[in-house]
């Protein structure tokens, strides 16, 4: 094939005809707007990104209360709504960085022995992917974009009555909440390919180091 025609293949506008088959072609997702997503449906979609809590750190009385206030929140709920879990990689390069900082450091050659060993396994724990974040997300869809989010706005003041931290999700949460699902090697070092200044993986860091940078 000639240049001229590989050019002319490049440059050719985006239609209904060539768009069969490409990544557009199935992603439902048609437009991504504050504290919405619109799909090709002309449906609308708003999320809560919800905290985790460890229930194991509560007493058997508080447990039962918060599972029985999440209940009644789950029986109040009507229209289309999805539980969605998605994990996310966690950048460890902080932590190890701060590691090999130490051990440059210091002379005592057991520690430096020590620290090279938490280097090691740092390491392997970063390749591997085992260290991961679980984000937690409720979605809602409604034809009613007002509606939508005014309902997501109440529910979310509910469940903080009910002892659950969340918030609504604003369009970068949404945006990032697709690139995680459909980009999770790149997940732990990048975001969401727009507006990206004041957005960075999560890191890992050790207390000293949190105390340092605040």
């Known amino acids: 094939m000639s240049l001229n025609k590989l050019w002319e293949k490049a440059t050719r506008p985006f239609t209904a005809s060539n768009q069969k088959g490409s990544v557009q072609a199935w992603m439902p997702v048609q437009d991504v707007a504050d504290y919405h997503m619109t799909r090709k449906d002309r449906w609308h979609v708003a999320g809560i990104r919800v905290s985790p809590k460890n229930i194991d750190l509560l007493s058997l009385r508080e447990q039962k209360s918060l599972i029985r206030n999440l209940k009644e929140v789950q029986n109040g709920l009507h229209g289309h709504y999805q539980i969605f879990c998605v994990g996310r990689p966690v950048d460890l390069d902080g932590y190890i960085a701060h590691l090999e900082e130490i051990k440059t450091k210091i002379e005592n050659p057991i520690r430096k022995k020590i620290l090279q060993s938490q280097i090691k396994q740092a390491a392997h724990t970063a390749i591997s992917g085992e260290s991961l974040e679980t984000l937690f997300f409720l979605l809602f869809a409604a034809e009613n974009k007002a509606e939508l989010i005014e309902l997501v ?26 690139f995680v ?24 860091l050790n207390p000293e180091r949190m105390k340092e940078h605040g």
């Open 153 to 178: 706005k109440q529910l979310v003041t509910e469940l903080r009555n009910k002892g659950i931290g969340c918030y609504v999700c604003d369009h970068k949460e949404l945006m990032d909440m697709q």
């Open 181 to 204: 699902f459909t980009h999770p090697v790149q997940a732990a070092y990048e975001r969401m390919p727009e507006d990206t200044k004041d957005y960075l993986p999560p890191q890992f």
